[in-house]
C-alpha cells in the first residue's frame, strides 16, 4: 500500500519485522515480571530490529511505553495514557520533517482523545477502545492530510499497521487473549479493488536511491548525534536518528550510503547495517501488479534482504504436503506424477518466496526438467535439488544446514537423498507388456527406486516384498506413506506385516500422505 514518503512497497514487512524482533525476546521474559520489564525489553528489542521508517517510529512509540511504565508492577489506564503520549512525543521529536497524514498523525489524534477521555475511573480496557476509535478516525482522514495518499487511493500504510497493533492489543485488554495469525483484509480501506497494489501502480518521485539503517554502538556514552544527523539531512532526507543509551538507531534516504556509514564510525562501531535499493523496490512492486496471481495461487514476493534461504517442492496429497511444510518447504506446487506442474508453475512458486536462494525439490524424474527450465527465468538464485522421489525430497530438507553456504547445502542434501530407497505400489490402468513383465489391468505393481520390481494381487504382501528389496546393511529407517484410497485399517495391517518382517535394529514408520496414483510410498534410509 505504502506511497509515501516513497513507493516502495515495504511498509507491512518493516513492521512485522520490527515487531518479530521484539516477540523473540519478550519469549524470554518471566511471566511474573513487572509491566516495566516487559516494555523495557520490548523498547530495546524494538529499536534494534527496527527497520524502515514505519519500523523505527514503532519502536519509538514503544519507547514511549518504557518510559511511561518506568518502575512499574503494573499497568492502568491512566499509565497508558501517559506511555502513549510519551512515545508520540518521541516520535514527532526524531523525524526530520514530521508530516501529517501518516503513522504520526494516527498515533497523536489517538492519544490526544485517550486524554480527553480519561478520568478517575476509567479502565485499561476502556481508554483503549478510545484509542482504537480515535485512530481509525484519523487513518480514515489520511487522504485528505497527505494529498500523494488521495491521488492514490489509499490511507497510510503505516499509520494501518499501527492499528493492527493497537487491535491486537485491544484484544488482549479485553481478556480475549492474542489474535491468532490470519489473513487480513489489508486493503479495507482501498476504493478501487481488493487486491491492488498501490505501491506498484503509484507513479511517485523517489528522489533518493538507498534506504540505508544501521545502529552506532557508542564508543563513548556521551556522544551527541546531532553532528551525525545534521550531516545525514545535509546527503538524504527521510531522516530519522534515535539516541538510546548505548546505541544510535539511524535511518536515512541518501545516493551516498558509504558517506553515512562513515559518518556513524566517527561515534563507534556500526552493526545491524541495512542499505535497500528504492528504485529496484518499486520496480518488483511494478512487476507484483502485471503479474497476476498463477492458477496454483502463488503471488509475486519480492527478495526480502533478510531472508538467506527458502524452500519450493512439488507434492500431492494434504499429509505429504505438510510433511515439507514441517520441514520449513515455503511453497508447495499441487503436482506429481500424471499430473506434472509446467515451469510457469514452479517459477511463480519461486517467485512467491521472498528468498536470495531458493531450493527447488522436484519429487518427480518427469519434473526436473521443467524446474531446471524455471531456474533460468527466476529473478533470484535458484538451485534445483534432482530429487526424483517424495523420501528423497523429504531426505534432501533434513539434510539441510540453515548457517551452511547455498553449495555446502546443495552437496550435503544431494548426498541426503541419494542414500534413500524409495518403493512404491500403484495399479495397472490397461494390460500392457512392459519390460519382460506381463502386466493386467487392474494389477498392482511395485516400484523399486522408479523401476518396475514384480506384480501382485495382494496389497499387504507386495509392500513387504518391496520393503525387504530396498533393505540394505546400513538402512535404519522405513517410513510408509499411505494414500488416499487406503484405509486406516488397510494401512495398520500393513505396517504390522512390514514391522514383522524388519530386523529388530530398523525403525517402521507409518505416515497418512493423501497422495494420489500410490497406494504406498516406502522409504528406506
Known amino acids: ?201 503509484y507513479i511517485g518521485e523517489i528522489t533518493f536511491t538507498y534506504c540505508t539503517e544501521f545502529i552506532v554502538v557508542k564508543a563513548d556514552k556521551q556522544a551527541d548525534p546531532a553532528p551525525l544527523r545534521t550531516y545525514l539531512e545535509s546527503i538524504g532526507d527521510c531522516v530519522v536518528v534515535v539516541d538510546d543509551n548505548d546505541i544510535i538507531k539511524v535511518h536515512v534516504h541518501t545516493d551516498n550510503p558509504g558517506n553515512a556509514l562513515q559518518k556513524g564510525l566517527e561515534i563507534g562501531q556500526l552493526t545491524n547495517m541495512k542499505i535497500e535499493n528504492m528504485r529496484e523496490q518499486h520496480e518488483n512492486q511494478k512487476k507484483q501488479v502485471v503479474e497476476p496471481v498463477s492458477d496454483q495461487g502463488f503471488q509475486y514476493a519480492p527478495v526480502d534482504p533478510s531472508r538467506k534461504y527458502g524452500f519450493v517442492a512439488v507434492a500431492a496429497g494434504d499429509g505429504v504436503k505438510q510433511l515439507f511444510a514441517d520441514l520449513g518447504v515455503d511453497n508447495i506446487v499441487s503436482g506429481g506424477q500424471t499430473m506434472n506442474p509446467s515451469t510457469d508453475d514452479i517459477l511463480s512458486a519461486v517467485h512467491a518466496t521472498p528468498a536470495k536462494t531458493v531450493f527447488v525439490l522436484p519429487n518427480n524424474k518427469n519434473i526436473i526438467m521443467a524446474a531446471e527450465q524455471a531456474a533460468k527465468l527466476s529473478d533470484r538464485k535458484m538451485i534445483v535439488l534432482q530429487t526424483r522421489t517424495i523420501p528423497q ?91 488416499d484410497e487406503v484405509s486406516e485399517e488397510k494401512a495398520a495391517a500393513v505396517y504390522e506385516a512390514v514391522s514383522a518382517k524388519m530386523p529388530d535394529d530398523i525403525e517402521v514408520a507409518l505416515i497418512n500422505g493423501g497422495q494420489p496414483v500410490y497406494y504406498f510410498i516406502i522409504s528406506v534410509e
Open 1 to 201: 500500500m505504502n506511497v509515501f514518503p516513497v513507493p516502495d512497497g515495504d511498509t507491512g514487512t518493516n513492521m512485522s519485522m520490527t515487531a518479530s524482533a521484539a516477540k523473540r525476546e519478550l519469549q524470554r521474559v518471566e511471566d511474573s515480571a513487572p509491566v516495566s520489564a516487559a516494555a523495557d525489553v520490548c523498547a530495546s528489542a524494538l529499536l534494534r530490529g527496527a527497520r524502515g521508517n514505519s519500523g523505527v517510529i514503532l519502536s519509538l512509540l514503544f519507547r514511549g511505553f518504557s518510559r511511561g511504565l518506568k518502575d512499574q508492577q503494573d499497568a492502568d489506564a491512566a499509565h497508558l495514557v501517559a506511555a502513549l503520549e510519551k512515545g508520540v512525543e518521541s516520535a514527532y521529536k526524531a523525524v526530520m520533517k514530521p508530516t501529517e497524514g501518516t503513522i504520526l498523525t494516527v498515533a497523536r489524534i489517538a492519544a490526544e482523545k485517550a486524554r480527553e477521555a480519561l478520568c478517575e475511573t476509567s479502565t485499561p480496557q476502556e481508554i483503549w477502545e478510545v484509542v482504537l476509535q480515535a485512530g481509525e478516525e484519523a487513518l480514515a482522514q489520511t487522504p485528505e492530510l497527505l494529498p500523494v495518499l488521495k491521488k492514490a487511493g489509499v490511507v497510510d500504510a503505516g499509520g494501518q499497521g499501527l492499528m493492527v497493533i493497537f487491535k491486537g492489543m485491544a484484544s488482549v485488554f479485553r481478556g480475549e487473549g492474542i489474535i491468532p495469525l490470519k489473513e487480513e483484509q489489508a486493503q479495507q480501506y482501498e476504493s478501487i479493488r481488493p487486491d491492488r497494489n498501490a505501491a506498484g501502480e
Open 393 to 483: 525430497g523429504l531426505s534432501a530438507m533434513l539434510a539441510f544446514d540453515e548457517e551452511a553456504d547455498p553449495t555446502s547445502n546443495q552437496l550435503a542434501m544431494q548426498k541426503a537423498y541419494e542414500r534413500v530407497g524409495t518403493g512404491q505400489v500403484t495399479f495397472a490402468a490397461r494390460d500392457s507388456d512392459f519390460d519382460g513383465h506381463k502386466i493386467k489391468e487392474g494389477e498392482l505393481l511395485a516400484l523399486e527406486n522408479g523401476k518396475l520390481a514384480f506384480t501382485e494381487h495382494d496389497l499387504a504382501k507386495a509392500a513387504v516384498k518391496l520393503t525387504k528389496g530396498l533393505i540394505r546393511k546400513d538402512s535404519s529407517f522405513v517410513t510408509i506413506i499411505y494414500g
